[in-house]
């Protein structure tokens, strides 16, 4: 059974940064990809950024965290982080760390992120 434990979320300044940890157990690790979700109050669910298998040479970034989000795996360590870089009130949101493709429907428990401005 595939399990995620996302966490790393707290409370932060705008123009601050976070780093968010998946951690996955349950299944062979290198040979998934992944993906970063969150969710404000009152919003739809939003991709935020996704990685390939392997190496992870293949990154996808929404358009409203490009060049301030980034990330990243560690084969090793069975993990995804999500680095977090210049935040702003509108990244406000619970973030859920997710098992691609989105048939497989495993998903983290979700770690808030909350940005004061």
């Known amino acids: 059974q595939v399990q995620l434990v996302g966490s790393g979320g707290g409370l932060v300044q705008a123009g601050g940064s976070l780093r968010l940890t998946c951690l996955a157990s349950?299944?062979?690790?290198?040979?998934?990809?992944f993906g970063w979700y969150r969710q404000a109050p009152g919003k739809q669910r939003e991709l935020v950024a996704t990685i390939s298998s392997g190496s992870g040479e293949n990154t996808n970034y929404a358009d409203s965290v490009k060049g301030r989000f980034t990330i990243a795996r560690d084969n090793a360590k069975n993990t995804v982080y999500l680095q977090m870089n210049s935040l702003k009130p509108g990244d406000t949101a619970v973030y859920y760390c997710?098992?691609?493709?989105?048939?497989?429907?495993?998903w983290g428990q979700g770690t808030q992120v909350t940005v004061s401005s």
């Open positions: 349950g299944t062979i690790f290198t040979i998934d990809a």
């Open positions: 997710h098992l691609l493709p989105d048939a497989t429907n495993v």
